[in-house]
């Protein structure tokens, strides 16, 4: 079970990190950035890890009321979108940062948190619809 478990979590963390980065390259090359640093791509995957860590140390995605898993979908959000301001303000002590680099990460980390929320939601509602078919 604990292997399905880190495999899923891998797995989460790798799409999460493409759609981040993808959506954070777009943006970037529209403000007339051709590059990236290595601390803004670390930072990108500490930014992905952090709501799948979250994910499964609070257990938002098991099943509950739809007004209880609103208010948990929310409380993710906010936990994991306060973190990468963080891993933003760290990398800015190593580095100046952008004077947009926290609204670009806005911007890019709710794109790629609503991406994999909807698969993820998908995923599960199958799951659950799998699980009771067989029963």
């Not at 499964?56 to 099943?63: C, D, L, M, P, V």
């Not at 898993?69 to 580095?95: K, R």
């Not at 926290?102 to 995923?123: N, P, Q």
């Amino acid at each position: 079970m604990k292997r399905n478990r880190f495999l899923a979590a891998f797995q989460l963390w790798a799409a999460g990190y493409a759609v981040l980065t993808v959506v954070s390259s777009i943006a970037q090359l529209c403000n007339g950035m051709g590059t990236d640093t290595n601390i803004n791509i670390l930072a990108r995957a500490a930014a992905c890890l952090v709501p799948i860590a979250a994910y499964y140390a609070f257990g938002f995605g098991t099943q509950r009321k739809r007004s209880k898993g609103i208010l948990m979908l929310a409380a993710h959000y906010l936990i994991s979108l306060g973190c990468a301001w963080l891993l933003i303000y760290l990398a800015g002590l190593l580095q100046k940062n952008a004077d947009v680099a926290y609204v670009d990460m806005l911007i890019s980390f709710t794109v790629a948190y609503a991406a994999i929320a909807i698969v993820v939601a998908i995923a599960n509602r199958r799951a659950r619809r799998e699980g009771a078919s067989m029963e």
